[in-house]
């Protein structure tokens, strides 16, 4: 037997029940993951309140999660040897193996002791993770690695990132430094600390921002992500002088800013992302802290805090 969070209707937390299913056989260029730790994202809760898809209940039983890390304890047709293993990637030692360590990330069902995962969008975990930590990388590293992409920023540039405090603003931040960009980012002032020693200059957010970040960046500011969307599409287009500038992930008006959102549906291959982030976060460069962990049977309690919205980094949720 297995275990899963799931929901059967659009909610809150209370939703959310522990149930036991069977344990899911892996499809055709899949392995299965006993899961030892699940990241928990806005999109978790957005699914669950039924905010991202098109009206109605759930076809059945929804699984919660998009990332995890764990073992491998079964391996689908095809999936012992894949070209992307074999070529060195994601595998490394030409293909994956029952009880190798993994990470990666799924459409939904990473709260649970078990998952299926596509090979292509796994990736060995190195020793010097832990469970927790690899958990909490895939979604924050890949999010902020794409959209820093798109910004396309210069080393010397001065980014502005909403939310700086949350996972992906946090990796942002970090990757734009390690590239020699400036970064100025909004978080409450008991984040500011921390931000500084990241070489994040924090502003705190909300009524007069406009003039806190020109104070705080008086060479102006080249790009925009804003990973907050709490209404802040207005000033960042004034704050960069055009929205083609600017970057959001979180606010569905941005068309209306002529303001680009990019998504999970831009993604890009983890192998390529984790590629530059691993050696960073083996060095201690990129830094990705952990606000809290829950075990799986208080899924709910870790949905009611990122819905919250107020933590640094990430949640992550334990599996024994
Ligand atoms: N489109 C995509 O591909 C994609 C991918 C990943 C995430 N997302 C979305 O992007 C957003 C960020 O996700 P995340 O996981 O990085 O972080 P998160 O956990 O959703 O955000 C938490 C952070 O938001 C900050 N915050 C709260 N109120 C704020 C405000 N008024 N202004 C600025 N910051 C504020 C908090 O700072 P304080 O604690 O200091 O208040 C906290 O550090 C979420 O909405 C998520 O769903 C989208």
Same mark, same amino acid.
């Given at each position: ?57 759930? /076809? ?33 030692? @030409? ?76 990796? /942002? ?26 070489? +994040? ?6 009524? @007069? ?63 390529? +992302? ?27 309690? /870790? ?18």
């Amino acid at each position: 037997m297995s275990q899963a969070i799931r929901y059967v209707r659009h909610g809150g937390p209370e939703v959310l029940t522990l149930d036991d299913v069977p344990i899911p056989e892996p499809g055709p260029g899949q392995v299965r993951v006993a899961v030892r730790a699940a990241g928990v994202n806005g999109i978790d809760w957005k699914l669950r309140r039924g905010f991202m898809g098109r009206g109605g209940p759930p /076809a059945g039983p929804a699984g919660v999660g998009v990332e995890f890390a764990g073992t491998i304890d079964a391996i689908g047709a095809g999936a012992g040897v894949t070209a992307d293993a074999a070529a060195g990637d994601g595998g490394g030692n @030409g293909g994956w193996s029952v009880g190798q360590a993994v990470f990666g990330r799924v459409l939904s069902g990473a709260a649970a002791t078990h998952v299926p995962a596509d090979t292509e969008d796994l990736l060995a975990m190195p020793a010097w993770l832990s469970f927790e930590q690899a958990a909490a990388l895939p979604v924050a590293v890949e999010t902020a690695w794409r959209t820093l992409r798109r910004l396309d920023l210069k080393e010397g540039h001065t980014l502005l990132v909403h939310a700086v405090a949350g996972g992906v603003g946090l990796v /942002a931040a970090q990757l734009a430094r390690d590239r020699g960009v400036r970064v100025v980012g909004t978080a409450s002032p008991a984040r500011h600390d921390f931000l500084r020693e990241l070489g +994040v200059r924090p502003v705190e957010y909300g009524d @007069g921002l406009a003039e806190r970040v020109r104070a705080a960046a008086p060479e102006g500011v080249d790009a925009v992500l804003d990973a907050s969307g709490r209404d802040v599409l207005a000033v960042s287009v004034e704050l960069a002088g055009g929205p083609d500038r600017v970057v959001t992930i979180a606010d569905g008006r941005a068309a209306e800013y002529g303001v680009s959102f990019s998504t999970g549906a831009d993604g890009v291959p983890l192998a390529d +992302v984790f590629a530059e982030v691993l050696p960073l976060l083996e060095r201690g460069a990129l830094r990705v802290p952990i606000e809290r962990t829950f075990p799986l049977e208080r899924t709910a309690d /870790a949905h009611r805090l990122s819905e919250e919205g107020h933590l640094l980094g990430k949640i992550v949720i334990t599996v024994p």
